[in-house]
């Protein structure tokens, strides 16, 4: 089924060949997804410190979005509740679980990358065992639905199925990143010896005072380096959000362009996981779409358009309005 633009948002990956690893595309995210469920009731004072989403799961897949961010905290026996931070939001672990199998269902040629990370801050010992537990039970209730190793996939091995990002500390399951160091960049290789490169700095007050910055110094050059790394097997993470001093919406309403501009003059190829904050906030769908067509090298021939592309993509100098 087409996206609402006429591109094929819901079965985008069905182009891809089968052969690719994970690490090998370059796939749209988003940050802090579950986050929509602010603007479903009343917001509460400060609470647009904390939205950075206004798209459902459903409409942020159905756009084209492949990552998801979730962030849970332990509320129960074998139960798992959506959240930033300590806002909690009205969905649980397993219904998020159905929903993408649901989804799948559907979209049997698609995969999600879900990223699940304990909220709590310090949880004890016990509480981390608890919260491990549970997010096994939820993930393996429904058969087949995850997959299960520590490696990097094919997109043969995991159509129709979920793979986990593991932001906690567990016995095995799926992928392992559990060191994660907040608000920084940094590369890392885990015990299965899988290679990530994140950059997750997200504090504005870094910048003074301006958001230009968090592009140019921070996802501008991730983006170039995914792109001119010659190991495929090389993850890399890629996170467009910030607060403080300003709102997700601000930020985004200054970087999701940016990237849009850099996206649609880059040449195809690998980009890897690029989360954002509002996604559609920039022409729609438009910025999805163009990071998904910087997979053509690797989709059937004419699945993407291949865009005229500049010798090199000039870095981008900001304009006086985004230096305040």
């Not at 931070?85 to 219904?95: D, K, L, N, V």
Request: hydrophobic residues 40%; charged residues 20%.
């Amino acid at each position: 089924m087409p996206g609402s633009s006429g591109w094929p948002a819901t079965t985008w990956m069905s182009s891809i060949e089968d052969s690719h690893l994970l690490s090998e595309l370059t796939l749209p995210g988003t940050h802090d997804s579950l986050s929509y469920w602010i603007s479903k009731r009343k917001r509460q004072t400060g609470e647009e410190w904390a939205q950075t989403q206004s798209l459902t799961l459903f409409e942020q897949l159905d756009r084209g979005i492949r990552f998801l961010d979730i962030r849970c905290r332990l509320t129960g026996p074998n139960t798992l509740t959506g959240c930033h931070g300590t806002i909690m939001f009205p969905i649980t672990f397993s219904e998020i679980v159905t929903d993408c199998a649901n989804w799948l269902t559907s979209h049997p040629s698609e995969c999600i990358v879900l990223s699940l990370k304990n909220e709590e801050k310090k949880p004890a010992a016990q509480t981390m065992g608890a919260f491990a537990q549970a997010a096994a039970a939820n993930l393996g209730a429904i058969p087949s639905l995850l997959h299960p190793a520590d490696d990097l996939p094919r997109l043969s091995d995991v159509r129709g199925r979920l793979i986990l990002l593991r932001r906690f500390d567990a016995p095995p399951l799926g992928i392992d990143a559990t060191h994660w160091p907040d608000d920084t960049a940094f590369r890392h290789t885990n015990k299965a010896g899988i290679t990530f490169v994140v950059q997750d700095k997200w504090n504005m007050g870094a910048f003074g005072g301006q958001i230009f910055p968090k592009f140019t110094s921070l996802v501008e050059p991730v983006l170039r380096k995914a792109s001119e790394d010659s190991n495929l097997r090389t993850l890399y993470l890629n996170f467009c959000n910030g607060m403080s001093p300003f709102t997700p919406a601000q930020v985004a309403s200054t970087i999701n362009p940016r990237l849009l501009n850099f996206v649609t003059h880059a040449p195809p190829g690998r980009y890897g996981v690029i989360c954002m904050d509002f996604p559609e906030i920039v022409e729609g769908a438009r910025l999805i779409r163009n990071l998904v067509e910087l997979n053509a090298p690797i989709a059937a021939p004419g699945a993407f358009p291949i865009r005229p592309q500049a010798p090199d993509i000039p870095h981008h100098s900001p304009a006086a309005s985004e230096k305040a």
